[in-house]
């Protein structure tokens, strides 16, 4: 069964520290997403990376950065944690260019920062 | 710009009805149309995908439509049941969006024994 696997469900940090969340895919998707979702505002995309080493800004950017080091894996980087970063995070990833395939979400990691 | 929007925000309803969940958009220029549950505290689980070539998809209880043209779909649960209950999201893949998606703000389905 593909997956899209988040290295955590929960974590909880403390204001200031850098924050690592860590994405991993098997389906060999050159496409990959970080959404976080917040009551009221639903998802709002932070970054995606459509190639490893490429990068794209999303449309909450700010606070945030990622790696994408290898196709598989795609990391979201809190620089220094703060409390409004408190918030569900959802990884995606999809096939580029490939209208006939839809996205596959992880089960998401629920950030705590305090 | 495109804009999801899904109707209604919420629903209950008893055990066993049918029921229908709506999803709007205001670009037609799509690739595809995906269907989401979501239970709470939980990531996205996809339901059914349709190609903007495609009508209509089934999966087992569920049958998910596509209306292009006119910028609506919508998505048919059968005989519904407790378990059903979650919110439901639709999100569109537009031909000049690169692969980003356009999210709806979900329907928050309540089946009651």
């Known amino acids: 069964d593909v997956k899209v696997t988040q290295s955590s469900r929960y974590l909880v940090k403390r204001t200031g520290e850098k924050v690592f969340l860590e994405c991993v895919q098997d389906?060999?998707?050159?496409?990959m997403f970080w959404y976080r979702q917040d009551p009221g505002l639903g998802l709002r995309l932070i970054y995606f990376s459509y190639d490893v080493k490429m990068k794209e800004k999303g449309d909450i950017p700010e606070g945030y950065s990622v790696s994408r080091e290898k196709k598989e894996r795609f990391s979201l980087i809190l620089e220094s944690a703060s409390t409004n970063q408190t918030s569900m995070y959802l990884c995606?990833?999809?096939?580029?260019?490939?209208?006939?395939?839809?996205?596959?979400f992880g089960s998401g990691t629920r950030l705590t920062v305090v | 710009k495109q804009e999801v929007t899904q109707i209604p925000a919420a629903l209950s309803v008893p055990e066993g009805e049918n029921l229908v969940l709506n999803c709007s958009f205001t670009d037609s220029a799509i690739y595809n149309l995906q269907w989401f549950r979501q239970d709470p505290g939980k990531g996205l689980t996809s339901l059914l995908l349709i190609q903007s070539s495609q009508r209509e998809q089934t999966s087992g209880r569920l049958n998910a439509s596509l209306d292009k043209s006119s910028g609506r779909s919508t998505l048919y649960i059968a005989a519904s049941q407790p378990g059903d209950s979650a919110t439901y999201l639709c999100a569109v893949r537009g031909e000049t969006s690169g692969s980003r998606l356009t999210f709806g703000e979900g329907t928050q389905l309540t089946v009651n024994p």
């Open positions: 389906m060999d998707h050159e496409n």
């Open positions: 995606a990833s999809t096939f580029l260019d490939r209208g006939n395939y839809g996205y596959t």
